[in-house]
């Protein structure tokens, strides 16, 4: 039988596999020493051992892992907080919230729901979470949510009513793959990728994001003509129609052209803004965070890069492709 955790095979007695007893993480009988949840779930003691079943723990993590996400995206995405309440359910609850009308009840094994409320211009996000998660896959469902409350924020109705499932789905799980991979939860992100609950939009993603950047991504997201990803042509990410800017009235003020700032032919660290918890680095014209990748300007052609660590006075970058990886320091006064 599949280990679901793992994705790996175990061999299983034939006694064992007609057992009922089955952990509903793992997907393997269970025999002995087991826990049995109140909503009738079953949790194997190995994967009891990681799993959030404290109500007041599981919004600590949740608060924590809010955090690691705004360190993550802060440069793309203001994350909604003051206006979200979030609540650990059993599997009975969740499945309920289901089964009101206008929500598709998509994936048997769903571990989290984000309900959205309007009222006088002003949205109200409830998230619920299955209990009993495993750590990462816990933390993971978090982020996939808190994703949803931004989406549901930031997408202007039209683009809300063009947008399918598949690509909405696809966006909030390279948010979670992208909290997994910086905290190096490799088994979560193998579940990530071979989860077919968005139908292959999250491999779109995750090589649209290494070609183009995740700041092209958030424009397509929101302002993209296509209704999902094509896997065949993904620089379509790069078809938007961007909101026409609001006309001003033309004044009589005297009005300044100003050159351009001259691209540089190589990689350069023009700036840093040093800060313990959250160092930004601009290199060419183009800002990076811890583990942010994007494309920056270099002579006439344009490089992908990964920036790996910032300190106060240089930078570890590493090139997007052939894996090289160089320092840039800062420019001392003098030079």
């Not at 599949?2 to 007695?13: A, G, T």
């Not at 995206?73 to 994350?79: A, K, Q």
């Not at 289901?98 to 048997?108: L, Q």
């Not at 909101?243 to 700036?271: C, H, I, K, M, Q």
């Amino acid at each position: 039988m599949q280990n679901e955790v793992s994705q790996e095979k175990e061999q299983i007695c034939q006694d064992c596999a007609r057992l009922s007893t089955v952990c509903f993480i793992c997907g393997l009988p269970v025999r002995t020493n087991y826990t049995k949840l109140p909503d009738g779930r079953i949790i194997c003691a190995r994967d009891a051992r990681t799993a959030v079943l404290d109500e007041e723990e599981g919004k600590r993590i949740c608060r924590q892992t809010k955090d690691s996400l705004d360190r993550l995206f802060s440069r793309f995405m203001d994350i909604p907080e003051t206006n979200v309440t979030v609540a650990i359910v059993d599997r009975v609850h969740l499945q309920e919230l289901f089964k009101f009308a206008g929500h598709d009840y998509v994936c048997p094994n769903v571990w989290g729901y984000t309900e959205t409320k309007t009222n006088l211009h002003h949205q109200e996000h409830q998230i619920s979470l299955l209990s009993a998660l495993p750590l990462a896959s816990f933390k993971a469902t978090v982020a996939h949510e808190y994703a949803h409350t931004w989406l549901n924020e930031n997408l202007p109705e039209k683009r809300k009513e063009s947008l399918s499932r598949d690509a909405n789905e696809g966006y909030c799980e390279l948010i979670s793959y992208r909290l997994m991979d910086s905290q190096n939860e490799e088994a979560q992100k193998k579940l990530i990728l071979s989860n077919a609950y968005t139908r292959g939009q999250i491999h779109l993603f995750l090589e649209a994001e290494r070609l183009y950047g995740f700041n092209d991504l958030v424009d397509w997201i929101k302002y993209g003509v296509d209704d999902r990803l094509v896997g065949d042509d993904l620089r379509r990410v790069r078809n938007v129609e961007m909101p026409r800017a609001v006309s001003r009235p033309v004044t009589n003020l005297p009005s300044f052209r100003s050159e351009p700032s001259p691209v540089p032919d190589r990689l350069v660290l023009r700036g840093i803004s040093w800060a313990q918890q959250r160092p930004v680095a601009i290199i060419n014209d183009q800002t990076f965070g811890v583990n942010e990748q994007g494309r920056v300007r270099v002579g006439k052609t344009n490089v992908t890069i990964r920036c790996l660590v910032i300190r106060q006075d240089a930078v570890r970058i590493q090139v997007v492709g052939s894996g090289e990886e160089q320092e840039l320091r800062l420019k001392m006064a003098s030079q």
